[in-house]
């Protein structure tokens, strides 16, 4: 199988990025008098922006709108974004090697596009993706293959020839159903998925340098390697 193109997932895959995110859930809740629950994060992990903003408002009771909660999350995170999240080792390294062979390459993320624009531009990395595809262009979250469907057209791929990068299981499994090529990134916040995200996925990987050698990048050359 020859693949074409990658979609990448941004936030814990390029950027180390979900213990700022797990601290921002309970921040935002301490702010508003609230005791966060311990599983708060792996809740809303697997919303998206519009739907966690909802998903407080309705079961915390906040005397706000989803959208005055999804502006106040967007403001406690812009600062991480603008100034202090890095990218994971060795992404930078494979995102140049992509290029070189002229691999076409996109981001499909459930976060604010303003914060990814902003994290890619400091990072020196903005100019190795054709596009950010979010929800916020009309497409639903992860749960549903929309996403990834869309990403691939604007790519100009088929799911078949589309590797997607994704370290969250159920995002994972969603891209696999649609018949995506999945590749796992293993985070430090989703170890107890390790295992089942291997399962899923046609390799997972810890570190970008096990996807920057000519075994992998092979897979998309003209007369690709054997490649499964």
Known sequence: MQYKSIIFDMDGTLLDSMGMWQQLDRRFLRENGI??????????????????????VERFHLPMTAEQVKIRIEQLAAEAYQQ????????????????????????????????????????????YFRFILTPESGTAGKHEPEIYLETARRLGTSPAETVVIEDALYAAETAAAAGFRTVGFRDDSAR?????????????????????????????????????
């Open 35 to 56: 005791e966060p629950p311990p599983d708060i994060s792996e809740i809303v992990k697997k919303m998206t922006v519009d739907t966690s903003s909802a998903y407080f």
């Open 84 to 127: 202090d999240l890095p990218l994971k080792d060795g992404a930078a390294d494979f995102l140049e090697a992509l290029r070189i062979r002229r691999i076409p390459c996109a981001i499909a993320s459930v976060t604010y596009p303003s914060l990814l624009e902003a994290a890619l531009e400091r990072l020196g990395v903005r100019q």
């Open 192 to 228: 107890t998925d390790w295992a089942a995200l291997e399962a899923v996925c046609m390799k997972t990987v810890s570190h970008w340098s096990e996807l920057n050698t000519p075994a992998f990048l092979d897979c998309f050359a003209e007369s690709p390697a054997d490649c499964t």
